[in-house]
């Protein structure tokens, strides 16, 4: 009975482990992407130049501040 019991407790912490470290990645990616957002300002002006528009510093801000606003809302739904 003792060698099952022990499988048992090895299984369920390792499905414990599992399910933890999930959402702890999980947690931490979304603080590195809110911190470090995988588009800026020299994306959008390389972007906006391939597809033909002169990047002007309003654009750019304009654009970004939208991107920020909507991680925001985004984020508020999730809660």
């Known amino acids: 009975m003792n060698t099952g019991l022990a499988i ?10 599992l399910v933890g470290g999930f959402f702890i990645a999980r947690k931490y990616m979304m603080d590195y992407f809110e911190k470090n957002p995988p588009i800026d300002e ?28 909507q991680q925001k ?6 809660k």
Do not use: V
Request: proline share 2%; net charge positive.
């Open 73 to 78: 809302s985004t984020k508020k739904k999730k």
């Open 8 to 17: 048992t407790l090895i299984i369920l912490a390792l499905i414990g482990g």
């Open 42 to 69: 020299n994306m959008l002006r390389m972007m906006m130049l391939q597809m033909g528009q002169k990047p002007s510093e309003r654009k750019i801000n304009q654009m970004m501040n939208q991107m920020k606003t």
